[in-house]
């Protein structure tokens, strides 16, 4: 943006001055994109349960208002429906209750073996039903790091989630939590799964970001969950890095 700025002149006498003044507002227009790209996402991923949920609501109040088949076929999905739209309401608010306390550094004393053991446990049911095996490794000693303990529940919640659903159907994950000296920890989530070819790879922390391979749409997800994990590392300055080979499975690892 440039913008011609000319001084009031003091007297009659006095000539004016003329500044010019260039302004770089690429980054605010970068910024400003990427608020309404999500508005407009968001706005989409909420429209579409939505619409199916009327019209289920519609056919019966009417044509199918007396047929029981329909109801029972029906309710189902219409119950599948709300939980999708909960879990993207879910997930906005996590992001953007993130992001109003972005500058504050969390400041508990959280022990990983814990809290590892906690989110497994969680997990136990929806690994079940996958027919999956979750495998933690971890030393005797407790391993300490300074967060936020409900932050890192929901970042190790989402990455052992993920490498059920998408790593390892009917195999194990393996959840490696290792001391590094002099300080902090290092957390990898193992899956032998189907691996995510390396060009969706940069992309994954990006959101709404799904990638398309195989059957990975049809798992349900909002494409929101590695974003959240990426916004609660980054507040607590810990890296995230992603290795995954394509027919043998992926380690997303967690360096505090
Ligand atoms: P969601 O699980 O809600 O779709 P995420 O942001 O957690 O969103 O993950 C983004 C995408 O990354 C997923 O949709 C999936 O395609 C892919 N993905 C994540 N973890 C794995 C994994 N362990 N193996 C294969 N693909 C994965």
Not at 103 to 121: E, F, K, S
Not at 137 to 148: A, I, L
Not at 229 to 244: F, G, N, W
Request: net charge neutral.
């Amino acid at each position: 943006r440039v913008y011609l700025v000319r001084s009031a002149p003091v007297s009659d006498a006095e000539k004016p001055v003329f500044m010019l003044v260039l302004r770089d507002v690429s980054e605010a227009r970068r910024i400003d994109r990427m608020r309404s790209d999500f508005v407009a996402n968001a706005s989409h991923e909420l429209r579409t349960p939505l619409a199916s949920l009327r019209g289920y609501i519609e056919t019966l109040q009417g044509p199918a208002k007396h047929d029981v088949k329909a109801q029972e076929r029906f309710l189902p999905i219409m119950l599948d429906q709300a939980t999708r739209m909960s879990r993207l309401v879910d997930d906005l608010m996590s992001l953007s209750r993130l992001e109003a306390k972005a500058h504050l550094p969390p400041d508990q004393t959280v022990t990983l073996n814990a809290l590892l053991g906690h989110v497994r446990d969680s997990l136990l049911p929806l690994a079940e039903d996958l027919e999956v095996s979750i495998h933690l490794f971890m030393p005797e000693e407790p391993v300490t790091v300074n967060g936020d303990k409900d932050e890192l529940v929901e970042v190790f919640e989402n990455l052992i989630e993920n490498a059920c659903k998408y790593g390892s159907e009917g195999g194990k994950v393996e959840v490696y939590l290792k001391p590094l000296s002099p300080s902090g920890a290092e957390v990898s989530v193992v899956d032998h799964g189907p691996g995510i070819p390396s060009e969706h790879v940069p992309r994954l922390t990006e959101r709404f970001y799904r990638v398309s391979v195989a059957d990975s749409r049809s798992k349900k997800g909002t494409g929101l969950g590695l974003a959240i994990v990426k916004h609660i590392l980054t507040r607590h300055r810990a890296r995230l890095s992603v290795k995954s080979e394509v027919g043998q499975g992926t380690t997303f690892t967690v360096r505090f």
